[in-house]
């Protein structure tokens, strides 16, 4: 075979393989981000439900008094939360 209809031949299977590859890999993406997508509003729905925790517990507590510690400890938990969906959004593990 001459050495064009190789490169040619070799350039026509690469076309028709390549974009089956590039079509997997951004299958395989889409479902890493759907994923993603996921766990990010199920944090988001704990950090709300642990919000609105905070806020009930808030009203009963008060304004003269100390803050408790068990409500220093969701205020932790919240931050917490908070942090780690940050820190997802930022890309970082």
């Known amino acids: 075979m001459l050495p064009s209809r190789r490169w040619f031949l070799g350039g026509l299977v690469a076309a028709v393989i390549a974009p089956a590859g590039a079509q997997a890999l951004k ?55 908070a942090r780690a969906i940050q820190d997802r959004l930022k890309g970082e593990p």
């Open 27 to 81: 299958e395989e993406a889409i479902d890493a981000g759907a994923l993603a997508w996921d766990e990010l509003r199920e944090s988001s729905d704990a950090l709300l439900k642990l919000t609105l925790d905070f806020h009930a517990q808030l009203e009963d507590v008060d304004p003269a008094a100390l803050l408790p510690l068990a409500l220093w400890k969701e205020v932790r938990k919240i931050e917490k939360t």
